[in-house]
């Protein structure tokens, strides 16, 4: 059987799987996979669905596919011209949530792979995970499918990851890294007091704001071989004080920092630390800070995985894809830690916002891409 990706696609998007709702997606993928002849494992955890599927023996070489069928909520359902998951294709595109990010990715390499399984070399074999948590926490998306096949002998040798790659043209960018994030939360304990009378009182908020401007003001580094610079971003600082004539108790402040492969998470929380318990010994306010990360910094160097994705995005485009560790967190932070990853998807213009849509001819391409990454990986 063939498989059409860009009708996939629409029967994805009409599947309303907002995080962690599965809502048909992944029972969709079973289905067609195990036709073809892929055996499929439901490895959900927690309120999480994800979907395992191999096609080959588990001890031949074998290429890897991460996707996910969940998505962003819709935001204000009146603001869209078209209805969030009913799929619509008009003006050539198809219109609904997930259309970029990433149901068409994940249709693209679905429909390639029943296509090359049909008459596949002997000694290949496929692996697709697909998660229903990419959006949300991520703690039990990817990551339980990765714990699964380290229990059960399962192994990828390379994986592209689907998500949306591309700025504006399509094959100008693949990803072959991720910057790490992490978000740090203050909070400055001084003593309330009478703002007529700030001598019997404590005030944390200009401690805090001194704490965040030094954050501010610092340069964390000038980039990397393969990152820019890393940034940090002030996001909230607020008290909830309705009164004017109050000095507050509390005072809490937030900032947000994409770091490269100079730092780790464990690098950055000390320097805040030592930030915050140098303006708490200077003012007499007690600032505690906790800290969540999200993933750290990694990269896959330049070599045969990227320079075969390389070579069939440029045949299928005739674009040469620019190597990039630019933008937010994916599911890739988890896979390198099983095996070299790298990332390539459409143009993700509209990812997450009002009337996201998608070209079909692109989906078409993005088959064509994929199928081409199969076939030359086995070659």
Known sequence: MSINPADLTQRLIQCPSVTPEEAGALVLLQDILEQAGFACTRVDRGKVSNLYARWGSKNARTLGFNGHTDVVP????????VQPFAGVVKDGFLWGRGATDMKSGVAAWVAAAVDFVADAPEDASLVITITGDEEGDAVDGTTAILDWMGANGEAMTACIVGEPTCPNTMGEMMKIGRRGSMTAYFTARGVQGHSAYPHRARNPVPALARLMARLDAHELDEGTAHFDASTLAVTTIDTGNPANNVIPAECRATVNIRFNDAHSSTGITAWL???AERVAGETGVEIDMRTQVSGESFVTPPGDLSALVAKSV?????VTPEMSTSGGTSDARFVKDHCPVVEFGLVGKTMHQ???RVAIDQIHQLKSIYARIMRDFFA
């Open 74 to 81: 819709v935001g204000d359902t009146g603001a869209w011209t």
């Open 273 to 275: 630390r030592e930030e």
């Open 314 to 318: 440029a045949a299928e485009t005739g």
């Open 354 to 356: 009002v009337d996201e």
